[in-house]
């Protein structure tokens, strides 16, 4: 599903680093903040699709640069205030994005060798990213969205450490919003349901077919009795980066179809 780009300027003359922005919910986003005016900054350490995420942009009307970036070493994240600061005198925006998924039993422990790799991209490197651009955001403020998931508040059988960081993001997100309020920048989380990205279709036999699939599948586990798409989420996100949440901070924005009104009505 490829929604048209907007052009309502929400984000003229503003910086919006996206980590994770090369596929997915990242990509989606970066190409809604571009459409809405903002120079993006695609992190990822997949080279081939952050060019080619800028490339979609460009053509589209947009600015953006790639940064290849290794969230799993922090010499790599440190070095990122450098990198940025060298083209931009400010960061604006800042969605923290990137994670994986990995599954294990908490009784098989199959789970040991999964728990390095997760907390180091989906929790550590998120704050680590915030801490080192944290003086260029302080410049002119603005607005941080971290990127939760459903699986922090509900709880999954072979999720464990995923959903626990999930958990963690929201109270690192309230963490984030009393410790900055005071250079201006809001901070807010998005916990989206089941999305249809890569992460769900990418290893299929048939990705391609699998993605249409899973965009066409009824389910049962969310009031609107569908799946969402990258872009869906990613108008949430634009929402809570821009002035029109100017008095939202510290709170998360459950984008999952009603999952969460299912679980608790």
């Avoid at 925006?93 to 098989?108: D, P, Q, V, W």
């Avoid at 901070?187 to 699998?210: C, D, F, K, L, R």
Wanted: include cysteine; glycine fraction near 10%.
């Amino acid at each position: 599903m490829t929604k048209t780009l907007h052009s309502i300027g929400r984000f003229k003359d503003q910086v919006a680093l996206i980590t994770g922005g090369a596929s997915g919910i990242g990509r989606a986003t970066a190409l809604r903040l571009a459409s809405e005016g903002a120079e993006v900054v695609i992190v990822d350490r997949n080279a081939e699709l952050g060019n080619d995420a800028v490339s979609q942009i460009k053509q589209s009307g947009g600015k953006a640069i790639f940064v290849q970036v290794d969230l799993m070493n922090d010499a790599d994240i440190k070095v990122l205030d450098q990198k940025i600061s060298k083209q931009f005198p400010a960061l604006h925006i800042l969605i923290n994005n990137a994670a994986i998924l990995r599954t294990g039993c908490i009784e098989s422990g199959e789970w040991l060798s999964n728990w390095e790799p997760e907390t180091q991209i989906g929790l550590r490197s998120w704050v680590l990213v915030t801490q080192v651009l944290l003086p260029l955001m302080k410049e002119e403020g603005g607005a941080i969205v971290n990127l939760s998931s459903e699986g922090g508040f509900l709880g999954r059988p072979g999720q464990w450490i995923y959903d626990a960081i999930k958990a963690a993001v929201v109270s690192v997100t309230k963490t984030m919003a009393y410790e900055f309020v005071d250079y201006d920048i809001r901070v807010n989380a998005v916990a989206p349901g089941w999305i249809v990205t890569e992460m769900h279709y990418g290893q299929h036999p048939e990705p391609e077919s699998h993605k249409r699939e899973l965009e066409t599948k009824p389910i049962s586990s969310c009031i609107m009795k569908r799946l969402a798409v990258p872009e869906e989420v990613a108008s949430a996100i634009s929402f809570l980066a821009s002035n029109d949440a100017s008095y939202i901070t510290g709170t998360t924005l459950h984008v999952d179809g009603g999952r969460m009104g299912m679980s608790v009505g």
